[in-house]
């Protein structure tokens, strides 16, 4: 019956480290927008009350006892996301970066065939430089190798076709499994289209690393030449 229920319809997938003072804000918007029964969240062994707060309202949700990176925690959410059937995940970020009312824009163009990004205006003026430059390198990088335009390779606010999850593995478990997810899904020939989003950096705080998690994109990159 599950099955049934979700071949339709779209999980929405929380990955959270650390983000107890976001959860009551966060959680109340997007019960606005997505019914309770399609909502995830997995707590990535957070060391603040994240587990209590998920606990008392109800929400389902995944623990881990330690934090593992946020590429782990979707692969969590990705599996469970299969295992019922769900035609398509939406993943959007704990910190209130990604605002839940932009969820209707996504779903007016949820197909279940569809990669959609969720596209941010990059400007200096509102984005930190370290993060503006990695972006506009890996964009312009993954453009190239998924053979489709990408302005903001970065966003965690995408929307991705459980038939893709199922045919196409992951490897990383960092945040480098973003870009590896563009990736494979330019080259099995999946269409990437966009969704503007609000771009919000105020009052929250990244845990990528520019350095190591370029790193990693460049080591995708080498594999993905030679291979």
């Not at 983000?19 to 309770?36: D, G, M, N, S, T």
């Not at 707590?43 to 881990?64: A, C, P, R």
């Not at 910190?95 to 279940?112: K, S, T, V």
Request: charge should be neutral; glycine fraction near 6%; include cysteine.
């Amino acid at each position: 019956m599950m099955s049934d229920l979700t071949a339709h319809s779209t999980l929405v997938l929380v990955p959270a480290y650390n983000a107890a003072k976001y959860l009551p804000e966060l959680i109340e918007r997007l019960e606005q927008f997505v019914c309770r029964s399609n909502l995830l969240f997995v707590n990535d062994g957070s060391s603040d009350n994240t587990e209590s707060i998920l606990n008392d309202s109800g929400v389902t949700h995944i623990n881990f006892k330690r934090n593992q990176g946020k590429g782990a925690a979707l692969k969590a959410g990705f599996n469970y996301a299969v295992e019922k059937s769900y035609r398509s995940v939406l993943t959007i970020d704990a910190d209130l970066q990604h605002p839940p009312e932009n969820i209707p824009a996504f779903y007016a163009i949820d197909d279940g065939r569809t990669f959609v990004l969720g596209t941010r205006h990059m400007t200096l003026e509102i984005m930190p430089f370290d993060r503006w430059l990695t972006n506009n390198l890996t964009s312009l990088i993954i453009s190239i190798f998924s053979t489709q335009r990408v302005r903001d390779s970065q966003s965690g606010y995408r929307l991705i076709p459980t038939s893709f999850l199922r045919s196409v593995p992951m490897e990383t478990i960092k945040y480098d499994l973003e870009s590896e997810m563009l990736f494979k899904a330019g080259a099995a020939g999946y269409k990437i289209a966009e969704v503007p989003i609000a771009t919000i950096y105020e009052g929250s705080h990244s845990y990528i690393n520019p350095l190591k998690d370029t790193g990693r994109f460049v080591r995708q990159i080498w594999k993905r030449i030679w291979s």
